[in-house]
């Protein structure tokens, strides 16, 4: 009991730590030091704080915690990759993947416990939508994952492609996306942090008019209204035709461009009929596609498309000038590759 009345100052950003330290009549620097502690030096003790007095450091332990999301397993792939189960309460769990590569680092993160958006092809859709996430369970993802790196010198992308649907918890998203991307905290570049988003259109148009700004990925999925009705039924609410539209009207600064997530389904929507559609919607935008085959689940009674047709929608494609590439699975014998999260 006495642990849970702690304030986690996890997700508290500079302004709220600063209020903190002020109530406590601390001078403004230490609130700096604070907040360097927790997002750049990755620091979870009171004790590790050892810039701050003993007398200060009592205070801050009797008063506030430092905790990440509690990981209760780890899997890890034959192809290096391992995904984290994180139990928030009893359950409530949430998962994040790590995708070591030679270069760089991937993590992909949640931002809600289960989905409401519920995507056909997607095991996590097949989950009831329990509650948002808050900032500190998101950024408390990439903090903990952090600390698994081998080699924290390697570039780190962030995918925020998890369970949930980002644009539905905006509010907490934006603020983890802000605290990851402050220089004198996490440090991770707007250019390394991706969205992904099943089409919310008034979230993309209020993403479009934030100061940071992280790459945005749609997840279209399909070339007709009626098939992407059936595959993600948020298109019910805002179509294709709203969806691009927003697209179009998204600001991109130079060398940044829309990312076009298909996850392609066998005798669904990979016909060369569609990839011949999919050029024409996507004409005059400045984008690339992100061809994904269908990873099969229990929970999934769709079927992946033939790997010869995966090949002539990308020919398609790039033959019209469009930059296609086809998703390598990573961590599919654990359950953690793409549309297979589902808080097992």
């Given at each position: ?132 996430l808050t900032t500190g369970e998101i950024v ?21 492609m998890g369970m949930g649907e980002p644009l ?13 991307a402050d220089g004198g905290g996490m440090s ?157």
């Amino acid at each position: 009991m006495e642990h849970q009345r702690k304030r986690n100052l996890v997700g508290a950003g500079p302004e709220e730590i600063r209020d903190i330290l002020a109530g406590l009549e601390e001078p403004g620097y230490r609130a700096r030091q604070i907040y360097a502690g927790i997002y750049a030096r990755r620091l979870r003790s009171w004790d590790a704080f050892t810039e701050l007095g003993k007398p200060l450091r009592e205070r801050l332990k009797g008063r506030f915690s430092l905790e990440y999301p509690p990981v209760l397993r780890v899997f890890e792939s034959k192809d290096g990759t391992r995904r984290f189960l994180f139990e928030l309460s009893p359950g409530q769990r949430i998962e994040a993947v790590f995708i070591p590569e030679e270069k760089r680092d991937t993590v992909c993160i949640s931002t809600q416990v289960g989905c409401a958006v519920g995507c056909l092809f997607c095991a996590t859709g097949r989950l009831p939508m329990q509650r948002n996430l808050t900032t500190g369970e998101i950024v408390g993802q990439v903090l903990a994952l952090e600390e698994d790196r081998a080699a924290a010198a390697k570039r780190l992308n962030v995918v925020i492609m998890g369970m949930g649907e980002p644009l539905l918890n905006y509010d907490n998203v934006m603020r983890a996306i802000r605290l990851m991307a402050d220089g004198g905290g996490m440090s991770v570049s707007p250019r390394r942090i991706t969205l992904s988003t099943a089409g919310v259109v008034p979230g993309i148009l209020a993403l479009a008019a934030e100061p940071v700004v992280p790459n945005l990925a749609i997840s279209l999925n399909a070339t007709t209204d009626a098939v992407r009705d059936t595959l993600v039924p948020i298109n019910k609410k805002w179509n294709i035709d709203a969806l691009l539209g927003a697209c179009r009207g998204f600001p991109l600064e130079s060398r940044r461009r829309i990312t076009f997530e298909y996850v392609l389904i066998g005798g669904v929507n990979d016909s060369p009929i569609d990839a011949h559609r999919l050029a024409k919607l996507l004409k005059g935008m400045r984008k690339k596609v992100n061809l994904i085959p269908l990873n099969a689940a229990d929970s999934i009674s769709l079927k992946p498309p033939d790997p010869e047709r995966v090949l002539q929608f990308q020919k398609i494609l790039i033959d019209r000038h469009i930059t296609a590439n086809i998703r390598r699975s990573r961590g599919a014998d654990i359950a953690a590759a793409c549309g297979m999260l589902a808080a097992q």
